[in-house]
């Protein structure tokens, strides 16, 4: 293999970035791993999937080429190799592409499961049920096999239709800024600055999983391992009234943008909203979220933060107490203590075989806080 002689100009820009990167906390690695100069070597695309046309910022692939596979111990342990102050990711020439989110084959899937297993999931969950299923997931038709959803099309129930089927990033996806049509342009900079740990939600690779806006606490390897003392830190909003936009900064204020009838009333539509009759209490008309769990009767029995059925905590106490924790203002209920973002082996993609309960094989994670309902 020859080398391509670079212009000087070039490699000091590329120096540039090099001192920036390191300087962030963000990844770096071998840029040649994950960028092509041209999209040709020898003649032949240098595109993980083999195509002539070059992408954007210079890629070798779109987002689900670089996420997708199994997860594995070696592959996320790339976050965790470090060269002086660097994290380096070594790139896809080294399989360790970072977290995946599509495999090809089943994946490991345990409710509340705390192993990290090979061929498990992530916090996310894992794209590769929708293609089975529908129900089993967000038909991201940007991941090759997922077909749009056959039932709701482009509709996300409780909210408008989007302008197209759902991607993974920019205008009709989930992250990035969704200003952006583009994926790839709407994440611009964001692999190159993402904080680890904190984030304050302000730009894309400083938000909770390059979510513009919300904020939180990021598990450094995605969930990879899991139980109470080791997780992501959800942002929740305490609310007591239902009629406020909602809060870009929390997980399920995030979910409303597109799913807004189930999580508030601000659309002055009156079958929105989760409140009755008596404002936003019992009796409620859809389940509550971005809502603080009393600690009192039935609910006193969640009494430390159970992965199985997560709850968010409200900025102020985000990191206050003990991972394990779940105190005042850190038991919100949110879209994600029900729910995966990606995908699950469950209707509605949904943490626990709801739907099989009692039957063997079912699960009920509702019995988590309504401990005293069988
Ligand atoms: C060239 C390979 C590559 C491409 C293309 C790529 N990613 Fe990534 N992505 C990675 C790697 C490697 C990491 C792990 C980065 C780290 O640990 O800092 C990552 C991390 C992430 C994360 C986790 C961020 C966090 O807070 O830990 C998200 C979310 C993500 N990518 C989304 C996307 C989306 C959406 C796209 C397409 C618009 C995309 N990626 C395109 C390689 C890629
Ligand atoms: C960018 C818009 C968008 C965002 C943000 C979004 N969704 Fe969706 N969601 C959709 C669309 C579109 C559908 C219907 C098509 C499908 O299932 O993919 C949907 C479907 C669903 C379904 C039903 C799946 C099925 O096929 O029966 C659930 C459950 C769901 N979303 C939960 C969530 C949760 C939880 C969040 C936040 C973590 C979220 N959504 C954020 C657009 C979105
Ligand atoms: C592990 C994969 C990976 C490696 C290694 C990598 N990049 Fe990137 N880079 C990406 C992804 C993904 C994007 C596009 C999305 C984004 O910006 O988050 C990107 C975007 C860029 C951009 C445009 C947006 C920005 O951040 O300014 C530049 C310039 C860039 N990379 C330069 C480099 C250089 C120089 C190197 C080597 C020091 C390098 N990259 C190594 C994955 C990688
Ligand atoms: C993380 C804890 C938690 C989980 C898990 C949970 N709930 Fe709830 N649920 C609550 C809380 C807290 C309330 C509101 C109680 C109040 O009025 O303060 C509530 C309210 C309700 C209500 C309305 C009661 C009323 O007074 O109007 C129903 C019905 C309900 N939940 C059913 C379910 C079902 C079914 C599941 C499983 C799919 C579930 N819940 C899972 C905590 C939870
Ligand atoms: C207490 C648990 C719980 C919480 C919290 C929760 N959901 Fe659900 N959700 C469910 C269950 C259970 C179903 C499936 C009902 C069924 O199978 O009949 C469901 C179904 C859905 C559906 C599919 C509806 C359809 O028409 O097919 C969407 C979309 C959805 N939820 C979005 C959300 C969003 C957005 C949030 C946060 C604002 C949220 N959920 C919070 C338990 C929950």
Redesign the pocket.
Known sequence: MHRHIIPSALVLLLTALVCDVSAQH??TGFCGD?HTMHNSQDGQPMRFDSAAQPLPQL?????V???MGLNSSTNLAA?TSKIGRR?V?RG?QASS???RVMSESPPTYIWGDSAGRSGGTLAGGNFYWVAINDAFGHNVTTIPGVPPDGRLGNTPPGGPPLSSSLR??GTNGC??NTMIED??LS?EKA?HS?VQGTVDGVTVGGSY??LLGVKGV?DPD?EWTVSDQDHNHYAGEVRTVETNLPSQATMSGFCARCHGDFHNASSGKTSAGEGGPSGFASPWIRHPNDYDMSAREEYSAYAGYDVRAPVARASAVMTTGSDGAAGANQRIIMCLTCHRAHGSPNNAMLRWNYRGWPGPGGQDGCQLCHTTKF
Not at 59 to 63: A, K, P, S
Request: with cysteine.
């Open positions: 963000g990844h994950c890629l070798r692939g779109d987002c080429s670089c996420h976050t994290s990711v896809m592409p970072g977290p993974c990033a992250h990035g994926q790839l994440l692999h993402n999983r390059f990021e995605w």
